[in-house]
């Protein structure tokens, strides 16, 4: 069993869906729980961080983490074209380890 | 300000040659973190340097190697080239304090013919 499982996809949504994104994972140490986000030939970009359980809002995104479950989820509400990219979980144990990624899903948006 | 940014954008290589990319950090980090992202693999963590040191490194060979410098600035060297070393090669910079919030350069891709 991988670290951490995601769902590649491809997921395909008409403009202004809500979209639900997940990773789960095996190792009940981790802490930290990252999403980014990563379009086409460019680096990451961070969208959201969370520490331990619980809910992140920020804008359209929100992030939700639920360790007893080993399950974390990120929703897009009022999604656009512009979202369509590829979408990273990444956590790890401690500050200042690797982090360790899902393979990506594939959005796309269409208007 | 400057994000993370990486050189070469492109580098081509053969087989058995070695390979130097670069890093700059954003100003202010002192964590460099490289990451290698092969197709259909993801991202898999590959070093990382603080402070001039090498804190800890992914499950690569030896031949995966690199340093940073006194200004922050970072060189993965890559030797003895293999096909299976094609991929993209993700530099990430961290404040000391916030170590897991990564920011990531663009990358280099790196193919091996």
């Known amino acids: 069993q991988k670290e951490v499982e995601q769902d590649p996809g491809p997921l395909s949504v008409p403009e202004g869906a809500i979209v639900s994104l997940n990773c789960t994972y095996s190792?009940?140490?981790?802490?930290?729980f990252m999403w980014y986000r990563q379009y086409s030939r460019k680096g990451p970009e961070l969208l959201m961080y969370?520490?331990?359980?619980g809910n992140k809002e920020d804008g359209r995104f929100t992030a939700q983490v639920d360790k007893s479950s080993k399950y974390i989820s990120l929703f897009i509400r009022d999604s656009q074209p512009s979202d369509s990219a590829t979408y990273l979980c990444?956590?790890?144990?401690?500050?200042?380890?690797?982090?360790?990624f899902g393979k990506g899903t594939t959005l796309s948006v269409s208007s | 300000e400057a994000g993370v940014t990486q050189s070469p954008t492109h580098l081509i290589k053969t087989r058995g040659q070695q390979a130097t990319l670069r890093c700059s950090p954003i100003s202010g980090h002192t964590s460099v973190y490289w990451y290698q992202q092969a197709l259909g693999l993801g991202l898999q963590f590959l070093l990382w340097?603080?402070?001039?040191?090498?804190?800890n490194r992914g499950n690569f060979p030896p031949r995966f190697s690199g340093r940073q410098f006194p200004n922050y600035s970072s060189e993965l060297n890559v030797n003895a080239l293999e096909l299976e070393d094609s991929a993209l090669y993700l530099c990430?910079?961290?404040?000391?304090?916030?170590?897991?919030?990564?920011?990531f350069g663009a990358g280099t891709r790196l193919s091996v013919l």
């Open positions: 190792n009940s140490a981790f802490q930290y």
């Open positions: 990430a910079s961290s404040l000391r304090l916030n170590q897991n919030i990564q920011y």
């Open positions: 340097y603080d402070e001039g040191e090498e804190r």
């Open positions: 990444a956590m790890s144990d401690q500050a200042g380890t690797a982090l360790i």
């Open positions: 969370t520490y331990s359980s």
